[in-house]
């Protein structure tokens, strides 16, 4: 059996596209030298790799065995490569997925205290919600991810990381606001703006305010965090996000924090697959994400006040 990197390249890229279309351009080849490398590494293999249903390729079970294997081959690969064509102790690119309050909010001053620590520059960052984070760490697209939403899927590895703190928002004149100190209870017939399903954020809601509230109705479901603050500011109901996400809103007396007592932390995680190849690019960032000190910065340190020390 002689299986060659160029297949290994076009399985890897198949099973992350879905289509030969896709991955034909991403590899800048035509489809039919792709559709051929693939053949042959099945042929090779005695095994199809996916399941083919109206031009669409998923992996099946013989093809999620090879995919971790064939990653980890192509970024040893890539090691060897750029050891000899670059100096300096970390090479490679590094694909980084996070969540939105945590994408927006932290991942790019943790990226920029990466790149001047390390003088590696290499690196594209994805935000999206939790759900779609982990659905490309399953398919090898992402490194890593850093994710407000806990994850129980078996092939990740997840690691706790910072805390957060909710908070409770409305309109700036919302009546609940005439109140000196808000319980569960108060929250009744309540209107909602959240975030979609898949989202951190929204899983925070349903498992920890919800619960809590007997009668609540979902008055608009938004995609993006500034969308459902600017909701809250118009007057369309009340939400529930992180403090570094509305502390802006908050300042520009857009919106107004409800004086509500009730267990806010929420843990942040990071995420890995457990097949990952962990190359030393990956080890240093997972290292220097362990030890960061996000309160460095000053727009992150205004957000938290005294507990920055909670965060680490």
């Known amino acids: 059996m002689n299986i060659a990197l160029k297949q290994l390249r076009v399985f890897v890229a198949v099973a992350q596209e879905k289509t030969i279309t896709a991955a034909a351009e991403r590899l800048f080849l035509t489809k039919p030298a792709v559709s051929m490398?693939?053949?042959?590494?099945?042929?090779?293999?005695?095994?199809?790799?996916?399941?083919?249903?109206?031009?669409?390729?998923?992996?099946?079970?013989?093809?999620?065995?090879?995919?971790?294997?064939?990653?980890?081959?192509?970024?040893?690969?890539?090691?060897?490569?750029?050891?000899?064509a670059q100096t300096g102790a970390l090479s490679g690119s590094l694909a980084v997925g996070s969540s939105d309050t945590v994408g927006n909010q932290l991942t790019p001053f943790l990226l920029r205290d990466f790149r001047a620590q390390t003088a590696h520059t290499d690196q594209s960052l994805l935000i999206g919600n939790t759900a779609a984070i982990v659905k490309k760490l399953g398919d090898f697209e992402l490194d890593i991810g850093l994710v407000e939403g806990r994850v129980t899927e078996k092939h990740l590895v997840s690691q706790p990381w910072l805390k957060d703190e909710m908070v409770i928002?409305?309109?700036?004149?919302?009546?609940?606001?005439?109140?000196?100190?808000?319980?569960?209870?108060?929250?009744?017939?309540?209107?909602?703006?959240?975030?979609?399903?898949?989202?951190?954020?929204?899983?925070?809601?349903?498992?920890?305010?919800?619960?809590?509230i007997d009668n609540w109705q979902l008055a608009f479901e938004l995609n993006t965090t500034e969308a459902i603050i600017n909701s809250v500011a118009a007057g369309l109901g009340l939400t529930c996000l992180s403090r570094r996400a509305v502390h802006h809103a908050v300042q520009e007396k857009r919106v107004a924090e409800l004086p509500i007592t009730l267990s806010k932390q929420r843990q942040y995680w990071l995420l890995y697959h457990k097949d990952k190849y962990n190359s030393p690019l990956l080890s240093a960032f997972i290292a220097f994400c362990q030890h960061w000190q996000p309160g460095s910065d000053p727009v992150i340190a205004a957000t938290e006040g005294n507990d920055l020390a909670d965060l680490t």
Do not use: C, M
């Open 37 to 84: 490398a693939l053949a042959e590494l099945e042929k090779q293999l005695s095994q199809p790799l996916f399941d083919r249903h109206n031009n669409r390729l998923t992996l099946n079970s013989e093809g999620k065995r090879l995919l971790p294997l064939a990653d980890e081959l192509l970024q040893r690969t890539q090691s060897i490569e750029q050891l000899f």
């Open 169 to 212: 928002i409305g309109h700036p004149e919302h009546p609940l606001l005439t109140r000196n100190k808000l319980s569960l209870s108060d929250l009744e017939h309540s209107e909602w703006v959240l975030r979609e399903a898949g989202s951190g954020t929204r899983d925070y809601f349903l498992h920890h305010l919800a619960p809590g």
